[in-house]
T-cell receptor
């Protein structure tokens, strides 16, 4: 299995631009999670989906952030407009189901907003 | 939410056992303790989890105190590749539809030659 696949691995953009991060979960996994990691705040949960339905988005920082999961094999995290404080590594993770105990993480997308 | 407390950093000599402590004094009776680790520039990796009994797998052992207020992750023979940040997490139930894991700052373990 290829594992959780994220793209792009690195993104450098200017303040005000739209950023779209992509994630392909492991085939057969029904839960998908988006996390953000910074030095100051550590690893924070942004949102998670079960069976393509958003369950908890209380970690999404503000309206500039949105996440979608149009099907079981694809999810996006969009930031519009981006700001320098959004610079972080964004991780996507998936698990077999809502009560499964093991999360599999992707390699992350490193975002730099200038 | 049950909160966890871990030391920010620890050292361990290669070949020795690494014992990583975690306090979770507000844990509820049905909440599991999870351990993950994150090697530099990679995504976190699952290690082990437990409820109240001690657990062991090919990676590590997990010792949970009888009152469940603390636990210890043991890497029996640490290698240089075990240098990583180790996260102790108590599973948080967010809704009837499932749960999420809230990672704290973890313990940065440095294994030295």
């Amino acid at each position: 299995d290829a594992g959780v696949i994220q793209s792009p691995r690195h993104e450098v953009t200017e303040m005000g631009q739209e950023v779209t991060l992509r994630c392909k979960p492991i085939s057969g996994h029904n839960s998908l999670f988006w996390y953000r990691q910074t030095m100051m705040r550590g690893l924070e949960l942004l949102i998670y989906f079960n069976n393509n339905v958003p369950i908890d988005d209380s970690g999404m920082p503000e309206d500039r952030f949105s996440a979608k999961m149009p099907n079981a094999s694809f999810s996006t995290l969009k930031i519009q407009p981006s700001e320098p404080r959004d610079s972080a590594v964004y991780f996507c993770a998936s698990s077999l189901g809502p009560t499964n105990r093991e999360l599999f993480f992707g390699e992350g997308s490193r975002l730099t907003v200038l | 939410d049950a909160k966890t407390t871990q030391p920010p950093s620890m050292d361990c000599a290669e070949g020795r056992a690494a014992n990583l402590p975690c306090n979770h004094s507000t844990i509820s009776g049905n909440e599991y303790v999870y351990w993950y680790r994150q090697i530099h520039s990679q995504g976190p990796q699952y290690i082990i989890h437990g409820l109240k009994n001690n657990e062991t797998n090919e990676m590590a052992s997990l010792i949970i105190t009888e009152d469940r207020k603390s636990s210890t992750l043991i890497l029996p023979h640490a290698t240089l590749r075990d240098t990583a940040v180790y996260y102790c997490i108590v599973r948080v139930s967010r809704s009837n539809s499932g749960y999420a894991l809230n990672f704290g700052k973890g313990t940065s373990l440095l294994v030295t030659p």
